[in-house]
């Protein structure tokens, strides 16, 4: 006959692991009432339950970011759910967190240290819960670390290493990018064999094949220049700087003397 399952007993499982009053009371019942086999059988069903969810999309969460105090070390990581309610949730936000200081503390690699508890906070709030991306950067001599996270859904966040100019031409640059998503920092870091099939898309299509043959390797240059590398998921010197689009983002850097190392952004939308 099956042990008596008292709303005390429930109560004290839910504390101990956070699990609902309904799966608490079951897992009572499918141990008699013993509370550590219970807690023991909803680790299992929590572990196997997040099995399931892996793979599913995590377009909400969080991307947060910290700067230290010296300048000389930056770092990011975004935090991936699949609702708006579980990235709001304090355990998720704690999570995250943990996740930063350990990239933080020990880079990027260590976040295989969190699987188990990332597995088991996954199955405890029901979704999918992923270490989206992570990334440390170093500060150079003379170098700036800027970051920015757009508000107020915190979902894109954009971290930034400098040589030379100050924090708040590095911040500015991160919110650029947040925004302008280039691909490549500078026309030399594009792969020539994309340059080419580009020249020759524009160069082949009918807005270029009705002007005069002596006029098509300008005007091809022309677009090559305005709508590949100057474009939004371009080259970033290239683009036009969105505090002033009267310049250029390589405009901007030269007349700080700043130069970018690199960069990374990330994006948990869908």
């Known amino acids: ?14 504390e101990q692991t956070g ?7 079951r897992a009572l019942q499918e141990t008699n009432g013993d509370i550590a086999a219970a807690i023991v059988l909803l ?6 339950n997040a099995a399931k969810r892996e793979g599913r999309e995590t377009t909400e969460g969080l991307v947060g970011y910290r700067v230290a105090e010296d300048g000389l070390r930056g770092t990011m990581v975004a935090i991936g759910c699949e609702t708006e309610p579980v990235s709001n949730n304090e ?4 999570f995250g967190k943990k996740v930063l200081d350990l990239v933080e503390a020990e880079g990027i690699d260590a976040v295989s240290q969190l699987d188990a508890e990332r597995t088991q906070l996954s199955g405890k709030l029901g979704e999918n819960i992923a270490v989206a991306g992570a990334v440390r ?3 150079v001599p003379d170098g700036r670390l800027g970051a920015y996270v757009h508000p107020p ?18 911040r500015n640059l991160a919110m650029h990018i947040s925004w302008s998503d280039p691909r490549w920092i500078a026309r030399e870091d594009v792969p020539e064999e994309l340059v080419t099939a580009e020249r020759e898309i524009f160069a082949n299509g009918d807005e270029v094949q009705s002007k005069p043959e002596q006029a098509r390797e300008k005007i091809v240059t022309g677009m090559l220049d305005k709508r590949f590398f100057a ?9 036009p700087w969105i505090h002033d689009g009267s310049q250029t983002v390589g405009k901007v850097l030269a007349e700080a003397g700043a130069e970018v190392l690199e ?4 994006s948990l939308a869908g």
């Open 1 to 14: 006959m099956a042990a008596e399952i008292s709303a005390q007993l429930v109560r004290e499982l839910r």
């Open 19 to 25: 699990a609902g009053m309904m799966d608490c009371k």
């Open 43 to 48: 680790r299992e069903k929590n572990l196997a």
């Open 91 to 94: 355990e998720f936000e704690a």
């Open 137 to 139: 950067f170093e500060a």
């Open 153 to 170: 859904a915190n979902k894109l966040g954009v971290l930034v290493n400098l040589r030379g100019g100050d924090e708040v031409l590095a």
């Open 231 to 239: 474009e939004r998921g371009g080259v970033l010197a290239d683009q």
């Open 263 to 266: 960069f990374q952004r990330f």
